[in-house]
């Protein structure tokens, strides 16, 4: 990051972008998915922290949403990362707090993850925004 001045005279800051990904889900596939590997499908892409008892992996909505939030921060980070499903955690909004995206192994490159998830009927629309770490 780092701050500019706009034409106003007002100081700005900017930041430094290292990715940019979307997805789309069809939550009937998901669903499909989930029927054939009940348990093998949230296993592999489902981080710990996403596999505690208040979320619902059994859930094609609550899969579909993570699948496309983590296929996105995929785009968003490759090819500086090749991550896996397990190296980042969604959680969705709570407690007026936006939706937020960790990722776990340490890089000097990722800095502030941002994610904005859609859904409207049977698909799941994900968008990540990664910025370069200032550290």
Do not use: C
């Amino acid at each position: 990051m780092y701050d500019v001045v706009d034409i106003q005279g007002a100081v700005v800051t900017l930041m430094t972008i290292l990715g940019h990904g979307v997805d789309v889900v069809f939550v009937p596939r998901i669903a499909a998915l989930l029927k054939r590997f009940p348990q093998r499908l949230p296993a592999k892409i489902l981080s710990p922290e996403e596999t505690t008892d208040e979320h619902r992996p059994e859930d094609p909505q609550f899969i579909a949403v993570r699948w496309a939030v983590k296929e996105a921060a995929y785009k968003a980070v490759y090819p500086y990362h090749r991550p896996t499903w397990k190296d980042f955690s969604y959680r969705s909004l709570r407690e007026n707090r936006k939706p937020e995206l960790r990722f776990h192994p340490s890089s000097s490159r990722v800095g502030n993850i941002h994610v904005s998830v859609s859904h409207d009927g049977d698909y799941v629309f994900a968008s990540v925004i990664v910025e370069v770490s200032t550290e």
